[in-house]
């Protein structure tokens, strides 16, 4: 360890030494090539946000506030090679997104640019310096998660009391629900519930849940009465929401686009859909608001089409549409892009 340190003295100085040296004590296992003293460790964010990134919609991680980020604390006194990478892989293993150079061999901040869509779900960012093995330090995994309160995201979490057989107060919480997608039934899903311990508690032995109607698109109820062990209730809600509009079309036009989608089932109630359209590239989506007549010739009507009128000539667009009934809104639809004449 001590010649170790002596020769991370040599490489650098001042207080950049200082933390190199910390990083080596830290790090005492990690392996070492010759002419090649490292310290590699990966993080991904989102904003501030860093291991979990929420998404914006139930199924599909959109980039609202930024492309996704990751930031690598490394450092390589003598690069051999030009093979270093930096990838996304998904729970299977399997590379969504790559991009190799040697910029990756250094301390820096880099945007993941062209992951416009990501399921939610589990994921790793993988950085590799040709055949060093970087172990830990050269990975960080991370989740993309539903996000409570957006578009398609789930109810926050629910907290509560039950009473125990001796009567003291048992705190719990109801995990958060996701949204669920209006069917025309009613809706009842499973649900979490913990106590303040962290102990999992078991339908049917430590609970049961009775539902009310559950049907319409709206807020909906699920109550969560003590058995066995416990007493006393607790009362949770959830989201049902619309459909997301079909068949998705993009025409392009000078300085305009001509977008056609398929709209969801009248008995769903639909009262506004919102076209999202923004440059490809950029984060910061721009929206157009379509009003519903739940009556006459236009409510018959099975598709709508939408024109976005002054964009900019020659740059390509992204579109998405959400079905809304109130404040209530539905998962889009995946993004289509167009190029504008």
Known sequence: MDKRKRRIGKVMSGKAAAVLLVAA????ALPVTAGAWMYGQVTIHQGNAAGTITATNITTYYPETGPLVVKIDSFLTSIAANNAELAIL??????????????????????????????????RVQLTWGSLDLGTDGYKDFTIAKK????????????????????????ITVAAIANKTWTGKQIKPKVAVVTAEGTTLKSGTDYTLSYGKNKNIGKATIKVTGKGSYKGSISATFKIVPKKPTSLKLTAAKKSLKVTFKKVSKAQKITSYKVQYRLKGTSAWKSKTVKVKLTGASAKKTTAVVTLKKLTSKKTYQVRVYAYKGAYAGNATGIKTKKIK
């Open 90 to 123: 998904n729970s299977s293993g399997a590379k969504i997104w790559r991009d190799t150079g040697n910029k990756y061999f250094l301390k820096g901040t880099f945007k993941l640019t062209g992951l416009d869509t990501v399921p939610v779900g589990a994921y």
């Open 148 to 171: 409570a309160g957006s578009p398609g995201g789930g109810s926050p979490a629910t907290g509560g009391a039950f009473t125990d057989t001796s009567g003291k107060k048992i705190s």
């Open 25 to 28: 004590v830290l790090l005492c």
